[in-house]
């Protein structure tokens, strides 16, 4: 009876045990599901709604927080204009609204004007006689465009033959008129085509062979091939401007860092379908900005390491004539290169914090916490904007003063709310992410050169992600390397106001001219003005 007794609660246990691993393996997929389920309403929204980071202000109503009321209506009362809901327009005045033209903007100045005058027909104005007089004429505009004209440039050199033997020098035989200088010798393309080709691939996203199409349109023969070798050709065409442009990004007090893949055909030692990169470093002083693209096989924490310290060794214990603080995202990668002699700080984007809550607001739970978070981010944005236009001085001050007690609660309600919700949800992997870069996340607060996030890296990487979209591919590292100097150039002359097509045509006119050292700094987008451009 006792055996039968320990065999049923042996029995029992082991069901128990079951049981419990059971419930464990349901408790995980039912995670597991929510999990899945959230990812694909991210998808959706991606998909198919707005891409607006901004807090959804029909929310308030959900959040958790008694002090969130209070926060917003600050916050209303602090945003600009722009920002605030249209007022409800009367219903007598809805009809007039809508009724209500819309204003043509005038067309550019600067562009050229051709008169057309229109008069009455011959017959009619003698009919109306005497009687009537010109006043004047009713004026209209509209933009018109003429198809770009290619031209041939025919270049004659002269040419001298001795008129007999005993002329001093009649061995040289017939002196010719030097070559003039270009960018390419010998090719087949002007300065300024070459200009069109690179700006329309680099600029405005067309490949070659879009460009070849183009061209035959116009009756021009202009292979993709050749356009493809004058970009590899100007790689060392260019290389005379690279050390001292180069040497441009450590002027300033803040580095922004930031990569993007990139897929090299003919690599050595590696599949044409394995991944490259293009790294981007916006630096330079605030009035004379530097974007440098750099290509690199591998995505590994060595390489800003050996692009900004390229002679370290020969450096031994001495410290680079320069200090930075460096802004990336949350890549441990970068943790080697802040850590360099040099690097006073490294601080991480908010930008990137934002959009993981962002995420998170537009999945199927806990909306209501993630648009608090991202309403108390948003108060920072607001606090940034309002203090772009002051020193660094006083933007440290103000943010001591205004943003460190948001930062403030933001910490408290990150701690509050990691024990409390899923790690692998959205909004444990926002919450995670920016607890773990949480110094980085409040660097900015000690330095007022410092901004809050990494967009204007975002933004100089963005054009080359576009242009991917179209050209896919580089056929090659010398390929890479050639459009990571195009770029550097046409972002770098875009950052300082100067239209790249203008910029790249003035370039290549004047660099195989330029045989100093100051002449070629001269040249450089920073160092030039769009007046300088004309002419």
């Not at 007022?87 to 007598?92: G, I, L, N």
Request: aromatic fraction near 8%; include cysteine; charge should be positive.
């Amino acid at each position: 009876m006792k055996s039968a007794v320990k065999s049923l609660q042996n029995n029992e246990n082991i069901i128990a045990k079951e049981v419990t691993e059971l419930h464990k393996i349901i408790a995980h997929k039912d995670q597991k599901i929510e999990q899945l389920l959230d990812y694909i309403q991210l998808l959706r929204q991606k998909q198919f709604g707005r891409s607006t980071e901004r807090s959804n202000k029909n929310q308030t109503n959900l959040f958790d927080e008694a002090e969130l009321d209070a926060l917003l209506a600050e916050l209303e009362a602090l945003s600009d204009t722009k920002d605030e809901p249209q007022t409800e327009v009367p219903a007598s005045n809805k009809t007039a609204s809508a009724k209500k033209k819309p204003v043509r903007r005038p067309l550019p100045e600067n562009l050229k004007r051709i008169e057309k005058i229109i008069d009455l027909p011959e017959d009619e104005k003698q009919a109306m006689g005497d009687d009537w007089v010109l006043i004047g004429y009713e004026e209209s505009e509209q933009l018109a465009v003429i198809p770009r004209q290619h031209y041939v440039i025919k270049t004659k050199r002269a040419k001298y033959a001795p008129v007999n033997e005993d002329v001093p020098d009649a061995e040289q035989g017939i002196r010719v008129a030097p070559r003039p200088e270009q960018i390419i010798p010998k090719s087949i393309g002007h300065s300024s085509v070459i200009a069109d080709v690179v700006t329309a691939k680099f600029v405005d996203g067309l490949p070659f062979y879009r460009q070849e199409k183009i061209y035959e349109r116009d009756g021009i023969s202009l292979s993709r091939q050749t356009m493809s070798g004058w970009v590899v050709q100007l790689e060392d065409k260019l290389a005379p401007l690279i050390p001292t442009m180069k040497q441009s990004l450590y002027d300033g007090k803040v580095l922004h860092i930031d990569e993007t893949r990139l897929q090299v055909l003919n690599e050595p030692g590696k599949e044409n379908t394995q991944q490259s990169y293009m790294w981007v470093y916006r630096g330079g002083l605030p009035d004379k900005p530097v974007i440098w693209y750099q290509y690199a096989d591998n995505r590994r924490s060595q390489v800003p390491v050996d692009f900004l310290y390229p002679d370290l060794e020969s450096m031994g214990n001495m410290a680079p004539p320069w200090s930075l603080t460096i802004i990336t995202d949350g890549y441990s990668g970068y943790n080697a290169l802040s850590k360099m002699p040099g690097v006073i700080g490294h601080a991480a984007c908010w930008a990137h914090a934002r959009r993981k809550f962002v995420e998170a607001s537009k999945g199927r739970k806990n909306t209501a916490a993630t648009h608090q978070i991202v309403a108390l981010i948003g108060k920072l944005y607001l606090i940034e904007r309002n203090i772009k236009d002051k020193t660094p001085d006083e933007r440290k001050t103000i943010r001591l003063k205004q943003a460190k007690p948001i930062l403030d609660k933001i910490k408290d309600w990150l701690d509050g709310k990691v024990d409390k919700v899923l790690p692998k949800s959205l909004l444990g992997k926002a919450i995670h992410y920016a607890l773990g870069l949480w110094p980085q996340l409040i660097t900015y607060l000690e330095d007022g050169h410092v901004p809050i996030d990494n967009n204007p890296a975002e933004n100089a990487i963005r054009p080359f992600v576009i242009g991917r979209k179209a050209w896919l591919f580089s056929g090659s590292p010398r390929g890479a390397r050639a459009s990571a100097i195009l770029y550097s150039l046409i972002e770098t002359a875009k950052a300082n106001d100067l239209e790249p097509k203008a910029y790249l045509n003035y370039l290549f006119e004047r660099l195989p001219l330029a045989k100093t050292e100051r002449a070629i700094i001269k040249l450089l987008p920073q160092n030039l003005q769009t007046s300088d451009l004309v002419g």
